[in-house]
């Protein structure tokens, strides 16, 4: 079974903000077309809109500094006396867990 885990993406814990969008996620960008000044808006080309970025040397081992990565897991499943074909088993806090 495959889990999918959320990490930091830093083996410290701790984020550094971007410094070209100043943590918002967003860069403005200003054209100048003669006496037209156009300005516009898009996704930080630094931090790809996060708003925070991981060192190179500071990433996860696991992840990489994408903070989602898969983990293979044996789980042993109790399956009650009675059971109805086709009925949901849930195994509590086995997904999208944050791992420090």
């Known amino acids: 079974m495959f889990v999918i885990v959320v990490s930091t993406g ?46 190179k040397n500071n990433r996860c081992k696991k992840c990489y500094g994408n903070k989602i990565f898969q983990e293979k897991k044996k789980l042993d499943v109790n399956i009650a006396h009675g059971s109805q074909d086709g009925e949901t ?6 997904a999208n867990q944050i791992v420090n």
């Open 10 to 55: 830093c083996n410290d814990g701790i984020e550094r903000q971007c410094t070209k969008c100043e943590g918002i996620g967003i860069e403005t960008l200003i054209y100048r077309m003669g006496p037209i000044i156009q300005q516009s808006q898009r996704q930080c080309s630094l931090c790809n809109g996060n708003g925070n970025l991981i060192e």
């Open 89 to 94: 088993i849930k195994f509590f806090g086995e």
